[in-house]
């Protein structure tokens, strides 16, 4: 795999955590598991985690030295 992030479908069957898509890991590697609020609707899930990551986008997009690709 060579990106950075992949983000696959799970769920937690009681004993253990299990991806909902076919996908090759090797063994030992690091993986981040977020723990959706199960009361909440899906659209609700996406417009939370969006709202959540707006200022990190912001910082990354909205600065001075990106200003210089918009000339282009």
Excluded: C
């Excluded at 009681?14 to 981040?32: C, F, T, W, Y």
């Excluded at 909440?40 to 417009?47: E, R």
Aim: hydrophobic share 50%.
């Amino acid at each position: 795999m060579n990106t950075i992030l992949t983000t696959v479908p799970a769920h937690f069957d009681g004993v253990q955590i299990r991806l909902d898509a076919d996908i090759e890991l090797r063994p030992n590697v690091s993986l981040l598991v977020t723990i959706l609020d199960e009361t909440l609707p899906d659209q609700a899930l996406v417009w939370n985690a969006m709202k959540t990551t707006e200022a990190a986008f912001a910082r990354a997009w909205d600065n001075a030295e990106d200003a210089a690709y918009d000339a282009l």
